[in-house]
């Protein structure tokens, strides 16, 4: 559908917009219709923000951010259930498994969470954890310096 329209109107604005006006919640599901697909594209963009700030840190700020790492998040959803955890360097390692001891747990309906990350609206965000649809839990201090970070990429 969004190519078909994309084909017929030159003018047209593009993906972002297209969800947005459209109701754009079932078809960002159909595109990224398995959990584990939607867990690695969050894992990119996470990594690649990750590394993008550190390289523009001073020496001290990398040092600080490192004493943070190896920092576990698991992310938990109706669809599946998965463990990033966060390296030193910035690199994001992705386990289909979750972790014993995470110092972050997310839990939301997988429809919530991706309907979160594709909008990035805080609005959005604060409604649904006032409903209940997403819980973020931090089990350490690491975990809750790393919250900030999490709600950050859901658009908080």
């Known amino acids: 559908m969004y190519a078909r329209l994309k084909s017929m109107n030159s003018n047209f604005k593009g993906e972002e917009t297209f969800f947005r006006e459209i109701g ?9 219709s398995n959990f584990y697909e939607f867990a690695e594209e969050l894992r990119t963009e996470a990594e690649n923000t990750i590394k993008s700030e550190l390289s523009r840190r001073s020496f001290l700020e990398r040092a600080g951010f490192r004493i943070f790492m190896p920092l576990t998040v698991n992310i938990v959803t109706d669809q599946g259930a998965v463990s990033l955890t966060i390296f030193k360097d910035g690199t994001i390692q992705l386990r289909r498994d979750i972790s014993s001891s995470p110092d972050n747990t997310m839990k939301a309906n997988f429809e919530t969470l991706i309907g979160l990350w594709h909008s990035r609206d805080r609005n959005q965000f ?12 931090s089990r350490s201090y690491r975990g809750q310096q790393a919250e900030r970070k999490l709600r950050e990429l859901l658009g908080y």
């Open 126 to 137: 604060v409604q649904a954890e006032r409903e209940g649809r997403i819980k973020i839990t």
């Open 24 to 32: 754009f919640l079932p078809l960002v599901i159909f595109m990224v």
